[in-house]
């Protein structure tokens, strides 16, 4: 029973991903594609540890966290970029 549930969370996971993708690439603007491309790093580190859990493996999960801080420094040099873009500093 709890190998279905982990199976199934992994299938909800990779769903949740494909509609992330779909969203950064369909985008109307900047903006989405950004929140659709956090989203994204969210979903991949639920999707890891659940297939950590599901293989009972340790490595997953220390990929997951090291995933997780390289996606948030990620983010914030992006959203970093984008203001400097939009408040016209970065022509200095």
């Known amino acids: 029973m709890t190998q279905i549930m982990l ?6 996971f990779l769903f949740c991903a494909a509609l992330c993708v779909l969203r950064f690439i369909l985008g109307p603007s900047t903006p989405d594609r950004l929140v659709a491309l956090n989203v994204l790093s969210g ?4 999707f890891l540890v659940v297939r950590g859990v599901a293989e ?16 948030f420094l990620g983010f914030l040099a992006i959203a970093r ?3 400097d873009k939009l408040t016209g500093k970065g022509d200095e």
């Open 7 to 12: 199976q199934g969370m992994q299938i909800f």
């Open 43 to 46: 979903v991949t580190l639920g």
């Open 56 to 71: 009972g493996r340790v490595l997953y999960l220390d990929v997951a966290l090291v995933y997780d801080i390289f996606g």
């Open 81 to 83: 970029f984008l203001r």
